[in-house]
Nanobody, 123 residues
Framework: QVQLVEFGGGLVQPGESLTLSCAAS????????MGWYRQAPGKERELVAT???????NYADSVKGRFTISRDNVKNTVSLQMNSLKPEDTAVYLC?????????????????WGKGTLVTVSS
């Protein structure tokens, strides 16, 4: 199986920065798209940013210019650098990855999710 674990959440003041990281582990053969989603209290889960295997990125309009997603294809990690944080960025941030895993002769694919890390932006 495959596990995703997020790191780096916490409490920050408006205007400050925070970096989230996510590490994938297990019988991984390859990872296609990786991304970050978030879910605020009482709201639906929304896309924050995604990154493909070649580094192509996609951002939600609300975070463009403030957040930067990156990945390490050797370490199977994805990070989210968040700058100029706003109270409306407060949410549980979840890591997502499209993973090919198992054996090379019998590979399987899954859309894996981490359990999430809480980011609170408040003065």
């Amino acid at each position: 199986q495959v596990q995703l674990v997020e790191f780096g959440g916490g409490l920050v003041q408006p205007g400050e920065s925070l970096t989230l990281s996510c590490a994938a582990s297990g019988s991984i053969i390859s990872i296609n798209n990786m991304g970050w989603y978030r879910q605020a209290p009482g709201k639906e889960r929304e896309l924050v940013a995604t990154i493909g295997t070649t580094g192509s990125t996609n951002y939600a309009d609300s975070v463009k210019g403030r957040f930067t997603i990156s990945r390490d294809n050797v370490k199977n990690t994805v990070s989210l650098q968040m700058n100029s944080l706003k109270p409306e960025d407060t949410a549980v941030y979840l890591c997502n990855a499209e993973v090919r895993y198992g054996s090379y002769y019998f590979p399987r694919t899954m859309n894996a999710w981490g359990k999430g890390t809480l980011v609170t932006v408040s003065s």
